[in-house]
Structures are given as C-alpha cells and as structure tokens.
C-alpha cells in the first residue's frame, strides 16, 4: 500500500511546494486538485512531471464541481492528456 494526500489541503501553495514537502514527510503518492493546482488541460503534463521530478508517483487528478458531457471535445483532450501522461484515465 502507499501513502498520499490530496493536494488541495495546501490550496494557497504551489504544486512545487506541496510535492516538495510530501516527498519530504515520507509520502508516496498526491492526487492532484484539477482546479488549484493545474487549472487546465496544457498543464497536465508540466504539473505531473513536477510531482514526479520530486520522487512521487500521481494517484489521480481530481475535478470536482463540473459535470461535463464526457464526450465533449474538452472531456475527450482531458482523457487523452491523463492517458499519455500513464494516469489511466480522468473521469471528466
């Protein structure tokens, strides 16, 4: 089993800061907050590789709040994006 948190508990801080002080406290893994932390879809992969670079792996990205036609072209990009970045798949 591995240990993580879900990153909107440090809301005011960068992803840099938050990754950087999980890996510090001993964690394994973040699931990331869409909204406060990658705000959108062309930053996907400049905040996974951030988490990453500090030595831990990305549970999931988590967008709450919306609810989105799943096969809308923003939906589709978003599902592609966490696919290539080995996220498996985000939900919406």
Not at 29 to 38: G, Q, S, V
Request: proline share 4%; glycine share 12%; hydrophobic share 40%.
């Amino acid at each position: 089993m591995k240990i993580g948190f879900y990153s909107a508990v440090f809301p005011d801080l960068p992803i840099e800061a938050v990754a950087d002080w999980a890996a510090g406290e001993g964690f394994d893994c973040l699931e990331i907050d869409f909204n406060r932390h990658i705000g959108d879809s062309a930053n996907v992969e400049k905040v996974v590789g951030t988490v990453r670079k500090a030595g831990l792996e990305v549970s999931s990205i988590t967008l709450f709040g919306v609810s989105p036609d799943l096969r809308s072209k923003p939906a589709r990009q978003n599902q592609g994006n966490s696919k290539k970045h080995g996220l498996g798949g985000l939900c919406c």
